[in-house]
Nanobody, 118 residues
């Protein structure tokens, strides 16, 4: 069982940077695949970045080279470093943790608002 809480969102100018944090509570966090999703008004929630328990990562093409996902299993934390932010990055960002068992488990944080604007 994993519970997730995001922080670090806010207002930033285009070209600026933000670092999102997700802190987790629960057991065996190191076994979970973690990721960041975002949802803009009127749009579907989309995957931004993910990190498997084995350390592999993948990113949406729109953020490659600009965003970096990382995790600290000892601290039960997930981070998203966002650089060179663009107005189209504006969205609510959600932390996600997933474990694909015979009965899959998936948990979401409450979301944190990121607004990129002058």
């Amino acid at each position: 069982q994993v519970q997730l809480v995001e922080s670090g969102g806010g207002l930033v100018q285009p070209g600026g940077s933000l670092r999102l944090s997700c802190t987790a509570s629960g057991s065996f966090f190191n076994l979970w695949t973690v990721g960041w999703y975002r949802q803009a008004p009127g749009r579907q929630r989309e995957l931004v970045a993910a990190s498997s328990n084995g350390g592999s990562t993948n990113y949406d093409d729109s953020v490659k080279g600009r965003f970096t996902i990382s995790r600290d299993n000892a601290k039960k934390a997930v981070y998203l470093q966002m650089n060179s932010l663009k107005p189209e990055d504006t969205a609510v960002y959600y932390c996600n943790a997933k474990l694909n068992l015979m009965v899959p488990k998936e948990y979401w944080g409450q979301g944190t608002q990121v607004t990129v604007s002058s």
